[in-house]
């Protein structure tokens, strides 16, 4: 059977040098020290796979490596204004609409040691609009969302309560907090929670938008949703799928990201995170997130603990799986018999056989080594769930295999 090729954009390799030649000499800061739109444009395509984010928790398992090396293997990043070394110039901190000063230079010397580490890293801040812990406001600020006069419960993990953002004056404070951080130059767009289609939200995304300019980054976490109604203002999707435990919830996750990388405004930044289902060794669907977001998208992945642990959400390990060396991709994913996808790279391949999806033997042109196994030769077997990397023998010793 003859590959078909996924719709969706064509090959980021061609693009990713266009782009590189087209604006390298344009990438210079703003006046205000944001972010060109060439530059942010640079790093997102130029980057090599594969390509993983930080969701809040810094990785694990690099054993004496600072927090900013181990942030900078990720090539996106977001977090809180404060992990980037920001701090708001009023308390209660919801109230601010504005950067302490001192801090921006802070935030700022930080940037460009994280952009020392990994020039193609993306920082977006989070900016909180659905729900905070107690101490974000005044008990009695009009901000709350109540119900019988009582505050409604947000977050219950965190403590936190919900607040009203289909109060318009409420919206428009949000939008300013957004402008004011991304108008530091410390960071590269920002990163909105619990998000899906709704009039109150659509009208927050707009004033967002509006606040952050047209080439700051808006990502959303929609989980396995997609937006339509805010694809025009939103550069990506958070997908925090927080169902992969059927052939159904990998099918869904796939077809949303699809639509992510053909809707959305560009940049685009779409980023996959799945959770264990027994441990972090679960490494057969840690290859299956890495490889579906590979052959699907050209987006950025996470395998990480499920948030209904005691413990902070989105911890991870850091896999020699992730370790760089397929470069960039030659063209789009192509579907191949049984459900499998392969995706070739520069370096090598991707390819991702799907929750339900029978072993399948996989040839090659060439003898590629498996970053799963350590075994080269020119075919390799791939049961499902499950993914892998084949690196030509010039990208094989990018990185030690971690075998099940």
Known sequence: MRDRPLSGKASLAFAA???????????????DGRASRADLARRVAGRTFP???????????????????????????????????????????GLATGIEPASIERGRAM?????????????????????????????DHPYWRRK?????????EGNYFQMDFSNP??????????????????VDGVM???????????????????AVGPDALILVNANDRQVPQSAPYVNGLFMECTRSKTAEDWAR??????????????PRVNCVETWYHR???????????????????????????????????????????????????????????????????????AAYNPMGGREVTLPFPEPVTSRATGRRGRTHRLSGPDGDIFLRDAAAGSAAPRVD
């Open 279 to 349: 441990s972090r060794e679960d490494l057969h669907l840690m290859r299956a997130t890495t490889a579906l977001v590979l052959t699907h998208s050209d987006g950025y992945g996470l395998f990480s603990d499920p948030n209904p642990l005691p413990t902070p959400d989105h911890r991870h390990d850091w896999y020699p799986f992730w370790e760089k060396g397929l470069g960039w991709p030659t063209g789009p994913g192509r579907a191949r018999a049984g459900g499998v996808v392969v995706r070739e790279f520069t370096g090598g391949w």
């Open 192 to 210: 909105l929670d619990w998000w899906h289609d709704d009039e109150d939200r659509l009208a927050l995304v707009r004033a967002v938008r509006e």
């Open 51 to 93: 390509s993983v984010f930080q969701a809040w928790s810094p990785a694990e398992g690099v054993e004496g490596e600072s927090r900013l090396r181990t942030m900078a293997r990720h090539d996106l990043v977001f977090h809180g204004v404060g992990a980037f070394g920001l701090r708001w110039d009023r308390q209660p901190a």
């Open 111 to 139: 940037r460009r040691r994280l952009l020392d580490l990994n020039p193609h890293i993306v920082l977006l801040a989070e900016i909180r609009y659905r729900d905070a812990h107690s101490g974000f406001l005044p008990d």
């Open 17 to 31: 040098t266009a782009v590189c030649l087209a604006v390298a000499a344009q990438a210079a800061e703003a006046p």
């Open 253 to 266: 996750i796939a077809e949303t990201l699809r639509w992510a990388e053909s809707s959305l405004r560009e």
């Open 169 to 186: 004056d409420y919206r428009r404070h949000v939008a300013r907090r957004a402008g004011a951080v991304v108008a530091t130059g410390v």
């Open 148 to 156: 019988e006069g009582k505050r409604v419960d947000g977050w219950a």
